[in-house]
């Protein structure tokens, strides 16, 4: 990695295979973060404009430049086509990052074996303000200087976790990847209650929307847990502690969240097999 940005050390070269919701956030904080447009290369079969000064291109180049990373960003099922047209411009030092849900490292090493250094990345949709979670993962065959360098990359985008093992990828996807998801239901629904009740729908929405936010930052920088602050809302005998009961009567939010998140995982399980 040669090019430094404002703080941050970037690839030589970038080469996003699509570049839609997930993947133009992430570079979209990369751009804000220093990195040089004319690094950058996008590929996307619509060839719809990126940005100022990102080439666009709807094929595949003769070659990658040399230090080339690649991001896979474009749907799982892709793969196959992807790979047949990719990795043939692969070399040893081609660097892959992969964000494709479901789709494992041993597959992706079958695909492109001829690139040494492959990781698994499992961002979430606010790393394009530089406060998403990135979950990654690799092998013993990945060089260390690689993992050290994806860890660089990735490292603006907020929160970094390596993922000891694979088998827990699908899990941390569940919980990180899909949980913007989930809280934005958690945001309409706590706004819906309210409008239930009888709170007019747009102020119910503003409210729902800012005592989240204005909670989550809150936790964000707390001393204490959620648990301890929830208690700390909660006078004794007054409204909260009895809305706390509806919520927790036989661990109903729970629950609801465990059947959320294994049945994201099982979903990632299943696309693993191809499903
Ligand atoms: N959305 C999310 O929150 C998260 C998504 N992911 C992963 O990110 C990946 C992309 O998801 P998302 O961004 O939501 O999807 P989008 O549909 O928004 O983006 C898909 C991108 O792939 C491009 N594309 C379509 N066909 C091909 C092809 N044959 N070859 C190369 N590129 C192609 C599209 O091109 P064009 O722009 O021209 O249409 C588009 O840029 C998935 O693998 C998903 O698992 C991971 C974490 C979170
Ligand atoms: O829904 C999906 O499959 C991807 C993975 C995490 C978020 N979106």
Redesign the pocket.
Known sequence: MTQTGVDHPFPDHLFL????????QMLSRWLDCGLDRERVTV??????PVTDGVAVMTDYPAALPAGTTVLL????Y?IA??AVALAPLCVADTRIVS???GTTLADLRARFPVARDIVRA????PVGLGEGVTALFTDDVTSAQAKMDVAALIEPLGLVEWIADEALFNQV?ALS?CG?AFLFRFVDALAQAGEAIGIPADQAARMALATVQGSANMAARANDGPGVLADRVASPGGMTREGLNALDADDRLLTLLIDTLAAARDRGEAMARGA
């Open positions: 295979v699509g570049c839609g919701n997930m993947a133009g590929l996307r079969p619509s060839g719809r960003g474009m749907k799982p892709q086509d992807v964000i494709l849900a499992m961002p979430n949709l996807t990847g913007p």
